[in-house]
Structures are given as C-alpha cells and as structure tokens.
C-alpha cells in the first residue's frame, strides 16, 4: 500500500457544482494532514491543514476519519479558479511528510 | 506573495558548470527543505535541515550539496549534474521538523534545465 494514495482523476466539474477528494495513509500514528494546492509549473500552496476530526475555511471543508485512515476535500461552489491539481500530504512514520500524487480538477464553464 | 524566496528562478547549465540554488526565509521557521519535483509528479524531499543541523539526506548523489548558512538561508550546490536533474527544485520551511509535522511553506521554485 502506498503510504499516500490519491485518485489521480482528473475530475471535470462545471461551475458551482460541488466536489470531494479523497485520500488514504498508511501511517495510522499520523496526527497532522495537509492540503496543498498546485498550479500547473507553479509551487504547492497550502490549502487547509487537518490537526483533529475536520476543518472548514469558507467553501473548503476537511475531514479526517481516523478509522479508516482516509482524509476528504470538500469543495463547493466550485470556481473557475479553483482548478489545479489538490495534493494530500501526511506524515510517515520517521515524521517526513509524505505527498500523494494529487487528483486534478477542472472546473468548466 | 510567497514567504520563502529561491533565486534564480530559471536556470540553464551545462553539466560542467558550478552553481548554487538560494533560498530565504524570514518566518522564524526553524527548519528548512530541499524537494525536487518533476512534471505531473509530487515532490521528492531531498533534504531536511533542522536548527542549521542537516538531519534528512534523502540518499541524494553528492553532486547535490545543501548548506544552511544560518536559520534563514539555505543553498544547493550544483556540481556535474546530469540531464535527468532537470526539474523544478523547491525550498520549503516549517516551524520546526518535530512531531506533530507542522506545515511547509514552499518558494516559487527554481526551474532547472541541464544541457
């Protein structure tokens, strides 16, 4: 099992329609999970970072579910601008941070 | 506007060449990475610098040489590389590489392409 597993999509959305990601780990001791945001040839942006069950900033939405070892990306709304590539990224278990390969979004008109 | 700041941000050389990539941070952070990344690929961690001490090398070749100045700066050296180390290189830096992972906050990146 990859230590950090993405769908690589890409997902194809028009606007204002909601989206989810989802991402699985294998490190079940993990305590911190991040999302970054990448445009094409761009750096990775941090996006939202998951410390417990969940975290919500405007129309993004987090959630950790500690069980089944799998954290989500909520998007609603969605925006033109909002398409990039969304990469998870969890700590191992030497405390490196770990990044999936990321889901592409497109949001169309 | 990004916090941590790489130079050059394009950078053509021969295999022959010397050259050294810079990074800066004013954060505070004290810890500091190099990552390499290929197109439609995450980024690789090459190496971790905590309180100016290396602590991760990532089995990088040795024609890849960090060094951490001080806790705002930190550079690579780049000596006899090959084509395949073509790649966009990213800094990155975190409060501090302890447990929990705090977040990184990554450069715009510098563009590597060897001739």
């Known amino acids: 099992r990859k230590e950090v597993e993405q769908d690589p999509g890409p997902f194809n959305v028009p606007e204002g329609a909601t989206v989810a990601f989802n991402c699985t780990y294998s490190?079940?001791?993990?305590?911190?999970f991040f999302w970054y945001r990448q445009d094409c040839r761009k750096e990775p942006k941090l996006l939202m970072s998951?410390?417990?069950s969940g975290n919500e900033d405007g129309r993004f939405t987090a959630q950790l579910n500690r069980a089944s070892q799998y954290i989500s990306l909520l998007i609603r709304d969605s925006k033109l601008s909002d398409s990039a590539t969304y990469l998870c990224?969890?700590?191992?278990?030497?405390?490196?941070?770990?990044f999936g390969t990321g889901t592409r979004l497109q949001v169309f008109p | 506007d990004t916090e941590v700041t790489q130079t050059p941000k394009h950078l053509v050389m021969g295999m022959t060449n010397k050259k050294s990539l810079k990074c800066e941070q004013h954060?505070?952070?004290?810890?500091m990475y190099w990552y390499k990344q290929k197109a439609k690929k995450p980024p690789e961690l090459m190496f971790v610098?905590?309180?100016?001490?290396?602590?991760i090398n990532e089995s990088v070749p040795s024609r890849f040489s960090p060094e951490c100045p001080n806790s705002s700066l930190l550079n690579l050296h780049l000596h006899a590389l090959q084509p395949e180390d073509s790649a966009l290189y990213l800094c990155?830096?975190?409060?501090?590489?302890?447990?929990?992972?705090?977040?990184?906050?990554f450069g715009d990146g510098t563009r590597l392409s060897i001739l």
């Open positions: 990155a830096s975190s409060q501090d590489a302890g447990w929990p992972s705090g977040a990184q906050h």
């Open positions: 490190n079940s001791a993990s305590q911190s």
């Open positions: 998951v410390y417990s």
């Open positions: 990224v969890a700590p191992d278990n030497t405390d490196k941070l770990i």
């Open positions: 954060m505070g952070h004290r810890a």
């Open positions: 610098y905590s309180y100016e001490k290396l602590s």
